[in-house]
């Protein structure tokens, strides 16, 4: 299914989603990467910093299992976000990396929580050192039984820490300069 985002339109993924701040990781049946970053009362600086402002990503892992944690800071400290990710929850694709082998692009959208309004995008190249972390984690994942418990339940492990916190115990993987006007 072909989706059209448009800024200053609502957004056509994740209509259902509770209108809270927080970021989705998704990959489409094609591939795509997508990643709505979800803001409420979103403000100019913030847009400015989705749509220009350097990114860097982190990696939080647990060398026993394979899982990991990614972390998203876009331009400002304010503007920082786990991201989430369980490749078993996607059952048409069960047990298949090549899926997400296919696309190193990544959709950044900034999308206003209370609306669900499109504010602003943003394409990026996925690093080849963060994708290359997340290929490694999926494939153990999609090989590891009952896996989505498993992760769940590290996850939830988590957030006893806030972000700043997990932010200082995670691994710098990559960082994308300021995009110029």
């Excluded at 609502?10 to 209509?15: A, G, R, T, V, Y």
Aim: hydrophobic share 40%; charged share 25%; with cysteine.
């Amino acid at each position: 299914m072909l989706n059209e985002f448009v800024v200053g339109y609502e957004f056509p993924l994740f209509k259902n989603r509770p209108k809270r701040d927080g970021a989705v990781l998704e990959v489409s049946k094609e591939g795509s990467y997508l990643l709505p970053i979800f803001l409420s009362g979103m403000l100019p600086k913030e847009i400015e910093s989705i749509k220009r402002g350097k990114i860097e990503f982190r990696i939080f892992e647990d060398n026993d299992t394979g899982f990991l944690l990614t972390l998203i800071r876009l331009g400002m400290n304010a503007l920082t976000f786990e991201i989430v990710f369980d490749p078993t929850l996607y059952k048409d694709r069960k047990n298949d990396i090549s899926l997400y082998t296919k696309s190193n692009i990544l959709h950044i959208f900034g999308v206003e929580s209370n609306n669900n309004i499109l504010q602003c995008q943003r394409l990026i190249s996925i690093p080849p050192e963060l994708q290359a972390k997340w290929l490694n984690s999926w494939k153990k994942m999609l090989s590891t039984g009952d896996c989505s418990k498993k992760y769940s339940d590290w996850i939830l492990s988590l957030y006893r820490f806030d972000v700043k916190t997990l932010w200082s115990y995670s691994t710098c993987v990559a960082k994308i300069p300021k995009k110029s006007s």
